[in-house]
C-alpha cells in the first residue's frame, strides 16, 4: 500500500515535469516553440480531411468523383420534376416534414 509521503513525492515530481518545458529547443523567430507549431499543425491536418484523402477513399471503393456529381445533378433535376409527376408524394413529403419539424421544437 502508498504511504502519504511516498504519494507527495510522486505527485511533486510529476509536477515538476510537467513545468518544465518539454525540450530544450529554442523559440522561433516569431516567438512560438517549434514543438508547439508542429503539435498545432498536426491537429489542423487531423481535424480538416484533405479533398486527396476523400478522392483516394472514393476511388478505394470504386466510385468516381464526377460520377457522383452527375448523380447529385440527376437527383436535384428528379427532385425538381417530382411536384408535376407525383403531387402526392410532394403532399405528403410537406406533411412528413412539417410534422417533423414540430416534434423537433417542441419541448
Known amino acids: 500500500m502508498v504511504d502519504k509521503k511516498r504519494m507527495t513525492t510522486a505527485v511533486s515530481a510529476l509536477e515538476q515535469e510537467l513545468s518544465a518545458p518539454a525540450r530544450d529547443d529554442p523559440p522561433q523567430s516569431d516567438g512560438t516553440h517549434p514543438q508547439a507549431a508542429s503539435v498545432e499543425a498536426d491537429a489542423q491536418e487531423a481535424a480538416e ?3 486527396e484523402d476523400v478522392a483516394h477513399l472514393l476511388t478505394q471503393h470504386g466510385l468516381d468523383a464526377d460520377e457522383l456529381k452527375g448523380l447529385w ?5 428528379e427532385l425538381k420534376d417530382l411536384p408535376e409527376k407525383k ?10 416534414l ?5 416534434r423537433t421544437s417542441r419541448k
Do not use: D, M, W
Request: proline share 9%.
Open 98 to 102: 412539417g410534422f417533423i419539424a414540430g
Open 73 to 77: 445533378e440527376h437527383f436535384l433535376e
Open 49 to 51: 480531411p484533405q479533398l
Open 87 to 96: 403531387p402526392l408524394v410532394t403532399v405528403f413529403g410537406a406533411f412528413l
